[in-house]
């Protein structure tokens, strides 16, 4: 079977989003993150990119970056 070619294009303006953390267990805060992407997305925003490009990535383990990337 072939492969269909998929195109992907990004276009409009997109944000780097910080990851708000629990003050307590510096795990983040899922609440608060969503509220941020409402927001961003409210503010006309066509995308965000998830742990920023501060190096936030690197900082939580596999399975919170993947619970915070499903539910944004």
Avoid: H, K, W
């Amino acid at each position: 079977m072939a492969r269909t070619r998929r195109e992907f294009r990004l276009s409009g303006i997109f944000a780097a989003a910080l990851t708000p953390n629990d003050a307590r267990t510096f795990e983040p805060n899922y609440s608060a993150a969503l509220d941020l992407l409402d927001f961003c997305a409210a503010g006309g925003l066509q995308g965000v990119c998830l742990f920023s490009p501060a190096g936030e990535f690197f900082a939580y383990p596999a399975d919170q970056r993947q619970r915070l990337v499903y539910l944004a």
